[in-house]
């Protein structure tokens, strides 16, 4: 069970508009912690996407978006192109009384129809 | 060009130990936080440990606490994990990864992995 919540899978056709959430709670994204988004294509390491909840870092195109509100956050994909197919994953960062961590959500699965 | 290559990786038996290392290149290691971060058999990722540029933070996953230890030397541009009493759930491919800044930030750059596998 994550820290941080995502859907397991998304979809949509080429060209379209997508979604992932990630959903978090006052230990972590609600308590201020910026939230990060990677990109893992099949069988290569996670490439980071988005950072600070909105950033991104040279050389990812403007059709990735990021987004934070309360205890949630949000990755928008535009223009979906079939290269985007990959598993995408949300960062935070956690501080409770059992100590601070790193945190990642499950993981959201994303397939271009 | 940042370059994180990981190795120490193999077949472990249950309860035995393993140490993983991670060579850094392409940037000034000492002012960076690095992380560990691994990935079990058709799984998603779960941070394992970070450690501040200086080892004055460092932080682990509730399922290795007590079991592993992160460490670096600043001088050889190495990130250091001594695992302990491995176990079966421990198998995964495990990332070296580097902060933007410190141990709060974003991990930038990630290495390609070195895959542990606990079987008897």
């Known amino acids: 069970q994550s820290v941080l919540t995502q859907p397991p899978s998304v979809s949509g056709a080429p060209g379209q508009r997508v979604t992932i959430s990630c959903t978090g709670s006052s230990s972590n994204i609600g308590a201020g912690y910026d939230v990060h988004w990677y990109q893992q294509l099949p069988g290569t390491a996670p490439k980071l996407l988005i950072y600070g909840n909105s950033n991104r870092p040279s050389g990812v195109p403007d059709r990735f978006s990021g987004s934070k509100s309360g205890t949630s956050a949000s990755l928008a994909i535009t223009g979906l192109q079939a290269e985007d197919e990959a598993d995408y994953y949300c960062q935070s960062y956690d501080s409770s009384l059992s100590g601070s961590k790193v945190v990642f959500g499950g993981g959201t699965k994303l397939t271009v129809l | 060009e940042v370059q994180l290559v990981e190795s120490g990786g193999g077949l472990v038996q249950p309860g035995r130990s393993l140490r993983l290392s991670c060579a850094a290149s392409g940037f000034t290691f000492d002012d960076y936080a690095m992380h560990w971060v691994r990935q079990a058999p058709g799984k998603g990722l779960e941070w394992v440990s970070g450690?501040?540029?200086?080892?004055?933070?460092?932080g682990y996953a509730d399922s290795v606490k007590g079991r592993f230890t992160i460490s670096r030397d600043n001088a050889k541009n190495s990130l250091y994990l001594q695992m302990n009493s491995l176990r079966a759930e421990d198998t995964a491919l495990y990332y070296c990864?580097?902060?933007?800044?410190?141990?709060?930030?974003?991990?930038?750059?990630w290495g390609q992995g070195t895959l542990v596998t606990v079987s008897s």
């Open positions: 450690i501040s540029w200086n080892s004055g933070s460092i």
């Open positions: 990864a580097k902060a933007s800044y410190d141990i709060l930030t974003e991990l930038g750059y």
